[in-house]
């Protein structure tokens, strides 16, 4: 008789699934997924697995179970759609009001105002985690202003000085050229595809002084077609056309791009100031070969260097046992290291002991004063290349940093992209009518939403 | 799927009762339990979300708020989408080409691969090998071939013979053809496996008659091989057509669209509408032009059966 096994393997599966779908572990503990980067090198995920335990003894009702996940604009709507989040995950500042706004992320506002640190965020900064009432709903737990990170390798082998890196953009494409025509490799490479060639347009277009968005009340007004924006594509135009400094790839990624930097194959990025990290931990960079600078910025008191940061936030899903220890790995993992002595030292010693990267610059999520007095608590754990980093922390505190665009931001960036590739895969490509279209559809987009 | 388009020899078959009774008399209750799983798993993973498919084409949602109806509304979206027209416009250059290229290829393949008498199975494993390798891993190994360097493994080959590098890949002209070549390669070893069982259908007296009339090769390969395999032949071409009406996985890891959505298709701008957007895709206008899509297909279908019912059979 086949029918008892059939029963009993209908009573596990439905057992097994049951299990799944359960907030419960069964010991009466809570358990939270959490997010954990994928790809990481072994010693990172000693380093997290160590803070994962660190955690759990400190609060003993709590079962965290770490799950990959890293915030992809083309995977994240589905897997928020398909519920298949970790419980406590991490977006960028862009998407914090539109999920809020959405309720597709738990209001934790009552949880986070209970933290000791709930109002000295840095105001610029939290109001990219804030509802419209204004409570704060999604905790900002890194900043970042864009930077140029350089292959210091490449700058010597090119016959250039790596501890004089490029300051204007006159330099950075005269250095483009050289490296370009005695190491064979890019000089200067750009993000184009996955809304990240809008995102480094934008980018651009601010360090050139201008602007893609004008705000006047509830209307968004887009403002694609400037001066400024033209210049910045006539300009890639020409290192790609006329210079041939920009390499081969065009259809590059925030994944491929770091790739092909850590593989020695890009002189000069743009990308966060904070990436170094990441470079490591998931691309292997040789340490010797890094290097990074202050984004140049034309000679325009409009000019600005765009930056921007990550939330962390709680699914929507989550009861309030989930949502309460959701905020206590937030407060845990991301904040207690900012704002707390002996977590601060805790989290640095533990990554330095499983080889992860400590000290790689960031912009402060309150204030300058309490990222210096972290930064001397954990002075003996850094084991990042810091003095390869000076050109770009001895001078970000000097730059002007601008939010990015508020409305529609990742749409207008995904229009943007179809325009910096049309610049760099066709020599013929007008500049003014890609921007007069994109300008147009934006506005359209903006006048929907 | 036809492998043998010999008409069937007729045979007399006795004329069935009228039925009476319910029809789960006469075994056709072991037949439903049977069938029950199968339906089960039909209707959970395919009719169930199709239907759903239809009603949220009516609809604006993100899954995660309540939906709204909103009546036409996502069907006049797409059709005043100017990329809509571009990726139609890509999908039938994918298809033209693929047509072009990935359609002969296979039967010169399988009737070469016909006439050879030694290690023909070797050659049938070396065709089929593409098909065995997943389809991210064959794109993955491509990615390399189309290196727009100098130094990239193709341009390095064109250089052996005075041609310069191309940027394959990277430019808008180029990029797609790029595509149907590696889509070609992937796909082809299936079809020639069709293409060689059916071959082997063939009578071997009907060569040997050509032979004795004073058939050369060629004229046996038209008068005798392809009049034989026509069914066959009809049938892959309705599928090709469906398939690549339907590409998604090339662009979609290869270029991403681009440049400058010169390989966006049909597919990949439904896969755009619902998840290029972080902040919850649009979902309704993404089954709605999966919807219109499937519709097209099936009228074309319907079209292509009918005007071919008599074709089918020499």
Known sequence: MRSPILVAAALAAATVLTACGSDDAGDGKTVVKIAIDPGLEQGAVDAYNERVAQFEKAHPDIDLRPQEYNWEATTFTAQLAGGTLPDVFTVPFTDGRGLIERKQVADISGLVAELPYAKDFNPNVADAGKAADGKTQAVPIAA?????????????????????????????????????????????????????????????????????????????????????????????????????????????????????????????????????????????????????????????????????????????????????????????????????????????????????????????????????????????????????????????????????????????????????????????????????????????????? | MILDTRPAAPAHVPRARPRRGPRIRGGGLASLVFLLPMLVVFTVFSWLPIGQAVVMSFQQTNLVSDATFVGLENFRTVLSDPLLWTAVENTLWFAFLALLFGYPVPLVAAVLMSEVRRFRGLYGALAYLPVVVPPVVAVLLWKFFYDASPTGVFNTLLGYVGVDALPWLQDADLAMPALVLEATWAAAGGTIIIYLAALTGVAPELYEAAEIDGAGVWRKVWHVTLPRLRGVLLVTFILQIIGTAQVFLEPFLFTGGGPANSTTTILLLIYDYAFANSLGGDYGAATALSLMLAAVLAVFSAVYFRLTRGWGTS
């Open chain 1, 144 to 449: 970042y202003g864009q930077a140029l990170h350089y292959n210091r390798t490449l700058f010597t082998q090119a016959g250039l000085d790596p501890d004089d890196p490029p300051s204007t953009w006159d330099e950075v494409r005269s250095a483009a050229r050289q490296i370009a025509r005695r190491t064979g490799q890019a000089g200067y490479a750009q993000m184009t595809k996955d809304n990240t060639g809008g995102w480094i347009l934008t980018t651009l277009d601010y360090a050139y002084g201008g602007r893609t968005e004008k705000i006047s009340g509830d209307r968004a007004e887009s403002t694609l077609d400037t001066p400024e924006m033209r210049a910045v594509l006539q300009d890639l135009h020409d290192m790609r056309w006329t210079d041939n400094s920009m390499g081969a790839n065009f259809l590059y990624d925030w994944g491929t791009i770091n790739q092909d930097f850590a593989a020695g194959r890009i002189g000069m990025y743009v990308s966060g100031g904070g990436n170094y990290g990441q470079l490591l931990t998931q691309n292997a960079v040789k340490p010797a070969d890094y290097g990074v600078t202050v984004l140049p910025l034309a000679d325009d008191e409009d000019a600005g260097v765009l930056g921007g940061g990550t939330l962390a936030v709680v699914s929507a899903n989550a009861d309030d046992a989930v949502k309460a220890a959701g905020v206590k790995w937030i407060d845990f993992y991301y904040m207690a290291k900012l704002t707390v002595q002996d977590a601060a030292v805790l989290d640095a010693k533990t990554l330095a002991e499983s080889d992860a990267p400590v000290g790689a610059p960031q912009l402060p999520v309150f204030d300058k004063a309490t990222y210096d007095e972290m930064l001397g608590w954990t002075a003996e754990y850094v084991n990042v290349p810091l003095e390869q980093m000076t050109p770009y922390t001895d001078n970000m505190f000097d730059q002007p940093l601008l939010t990015e665009p508020t409305r529609s931001t990742q749409e207008v960036y995904g229009l943007l992209d179809p325009v910096v590739q049309s610049v760099l895969t066709d020599r013929g490509a007008d500049i003014g009518a890609l921007l007069e279209q994109a300008q147009a559809d934006a506005q359209a987009l903006l006048d929907r939403n």
